[in-house]
């Protein structure tokens, strides 16, 4: 019995379904490209602090005991804006990011450069792939779409915290997602700003089922207030197919697995998912997404009234008309894109 296995041609054994062994030279860059995302969201930040704890410890503590003190001297920056690096987020390996899905940005109407932007994104989705595609990357080319915008996406102030990644995460254009930083990039950083904002958080990953509508908006009104103190422009923005790029845990409310997150959550302020996806060799399992189309809608801007001490009625009347606009921008192109024809957005 020959029980040679022919590497080119090894598709499944033992129930798993291996990547072929000759595949176009982009496809495998596109993979490499993912990898590096998701390496650099899940693991890095763990990896770069353990790092640096560990050099306190040797006769290479100097160098440590220097970067955190940069680290203590340089904390606000990601308040004020930044230190973006153009030529960061043009790096051509976003490119191959973006084609590995593939993931497009659609935009429905112009964005004129000179109001400021409050750009809300749904859903998170596990890792939150396509605001970074998008606004972190010019991956599928946000500059040549919107002119004169500039995107900044906000994310949580531990990511800019850590040794290291306090520096990565800034060259794309992330700034933490404060008062602070909201303020600054709206009141002292001239117009065309976009705060993009993914409103559902860390909180709203544990919700990312494939084939589920699921976004966590009913008690989000944070985003809603800033835009009328700063009197910024509100755009609603919906992602499909980001829900379906990982498979997950079943997690439902009140289970043992869900209360385990939830304790998590509180204790360390983000989520904990239990996820999976594919890996760069096989297709069944591994913490690679899958090749799943993402198609990010961005919406039509709702005007919004400088209102510097806004009342919660006011608050609550923005919301609410938010909430119609981003159903019917999900409704409206909700045919346009995969199998989500009978689908209805499930605000949480």
């Known amino acids: 019995m020959n029980n040679t296995i022919s590497v080119s041609n090894m598709t499944r054994i033992l129930g798993i379904d291996f990547a072929p062994f000759l595949v176009p030279l982009e ?4 993979t490499v490209a993912c990898a590096k995302y998701v390496f650099c969201f899940v693991i890095m930040s763990t990896l ?3 790092f640096t704890l560990f050099l306190l410890f040797t006769s290479y503590y100097w160098i440590a005991l220097l970067y955190l003190l940069w680290l203590f001297i340089d904390r606000h920056t990601s308040s004020k804006g930044g230190r973006r690096a153009e030529w960061f987020r043009h790096w051509v390996l976003w490119k191959y990011f973006g084609d590995y899905f593939p993931a497009k940005l659609h935009k429905t109407c112009e964005l004129d450069p000179e109001n400021n932007y409050i750009m809300a994104f749904h859903p998170h989705g596990i890792l939150a792939t396509g605001s970074f595609i998008h606004f972190g990357t010019e ?3 946000f500059s040549k779409l919107f002119p004169g915008i500039k995107p900044f996406l906000l994310i949580m102030k531990i990511m800019v915290s850590l040794p290291i990644v306090h ?9 933490d997602v404060s008062k602070e930083s909201i303020h600054y990039l709206l009141e002292e950083n ?4 976009a705060c993009v904002i993914v409103v559902g958080g860390a909180k709203e990953a544990l919700e990312a089922t494939p084939g589920k509508c699921v976004v966590l908006l009913k008690n989000r009104k944070g985003f809603c207030k800033m835009a009328l103190k700063h009197g910024a422009h509100l755009v609603p923005i919906y992602s499909f197919g980001e ?7 079943p997690n439902p409310e009140g289970s043992k697995v869900r209360k385990v997150q939830n304790i998590w959550q509180k204790m360390v302020g ?10 760069i060799f096989n297709y069944n399992f591994g913490m690679l997404p899958h090749r799943t189309p993402i198609d990010t809608i961005v919406g039509t801007p709702i005007p919004v009234k400088k209102t510097p001490n806004p009342t919660n009625e006011e608050v609550e009347s923005l919301h609410n008309l938010y909430m119609e606009e981003l159903t019917k921008l999900f409704d409206e192109h909700k045919h346009k894109y995969g199998d989500y024809g009978d689908k209805e957005i499930h605000f949480i």
Do not use: I, W
Request: include cysteine; glycine fraction near 18%.
């Open 27 to 30: 496809r495998r860059l596109q």
């Open 48 to 50: 770069t602090t353990a």
């Open 139 to 141: 991956g599928t080319g």
């Open 167 to 175: 520096d990565y995460y800034m060259l794309p254009g992330c700034c």
């Open 190 to 193: 001239g117009k065309g700003n």
């Open 243 to 249: 829900e379906n790029l990982f498979s997950q845990v």
């Open 270 to 279: 983000f989520s904990l998912p239990f996820f999976h996806g594919r890996g």
